[in-house]
């Protein structure tokens, strides 16, 4: 299991997160919601063990994430990084040099699910289909922590519903899968828990048929009504103008 026992992380004078507290259990996929700025993204890197200044623990299965554990998690990050003369197939190669968990197999078969050209170069790709051979080298990992930070920001219709079908098809047994997004309308089919954030905080988490059963409503309505709520309290306090 992956845990985060009352991390904090600073930017400064900002917070970004505040006393997180949380354990994602083995063999569950959890949405990881909120609003811009809530610390989604500062809690994927701290858990991939990319962040050092924080302060309470991140452990997985018992170990302290570190440089150690980096082999452990796949973690998929916001914006892309390759080298300029990569191509689709070198990308492959890449990661395949980097993580002993790669399955070039399996990285090749989602290339080719995805229906693109393994020798065209990613530099004359569009924003797109290199958010889809991202998503492929992350997933073609088999590690026991996955972390997507926003999978299907530039991604077609088409193609995001291609990339739900390849999370669901994971065998997830053994492994955290954590998908940050903040429009989760597109992620709720996939997901089994989720875990609402706001200010660096948890402000609601749980299984996702016990939320819908409770509120009476989807996951992704009652993440808008309760942003909704805090808007409105925010403007009453005088702490958001009105444009």
């Known amino acids: 299991m992956l845990q985060l026992e009352n991390v904090s992380v600073r930017y ?4 970004a997160l505040d006393g997180f507290w949380y354990t994602f259990l083995p063999g569950h996929i959890y949405g990881l919601i909120g609003p811009n700025g809530c610390g989604k993204s500062t809690l994927m890197k701290t858990a991939a063990g990319l962040l050092k200044n924080y302060t309470g623990n991140v452990t997985w299965c018992g170990q302290k994430v570190s440089t ?31 993580f002993k968990d790669f399955d070039r197999a399996e990285y090749r078969r989602m290339i080719s699910f995805f229906g693109l050209n393994p020798d065209v ?17 992350t997933l073609a990992r088999n590690a026991g922590v996955i972390l997507l930070d926003e999978p299907l920001n530039g991604i077609d219709l ?6 739900r079908q390849i999370i ?20 709720e089919a996939v997901c089994d828990h989720v875990v609402m954030m706001n200010t660096g905080k948890v ?14 409503m989807s996951v992704s309505d009652l993440y808008r009504s309760t942003y909704a709520q805090m808007v409105q309290m925010m403007q009453m306090m005088g702490g958001m103008r009105r444009w």
């Open 158 to 163: 088409i193609g995001q519903d291609q990339v």
């Open 168 to 187: 669901l098809s994971l065998e997830r047994q053994n492994k955290v899968i954590i998908i940050a997004s903040h429009m989760f309308d597109q992620l």
């Open 203 to 216: 402000i609601m988490h749980g299984d996702l048929q016990s939320l819908r059963q409770q509120y009476g």
């Open 121 to 137: 170069k990613m530099t004359d790709m569009s924003t797109g289909m290199v958010a889809k051979v991202r998503v492929a080298a």
């Open 68 to 98: 150690a554990t980096k082999a452990q998690i796949a973690y998929l990050p916001t914006h892309p990084v390759y080298y300029r003369y990569m191509s689709v197939e070198d990308m492959g190669a890449f990661y395949e040099d980097f």
């Open 12 to 15: 400064g004078a900002q917070v």
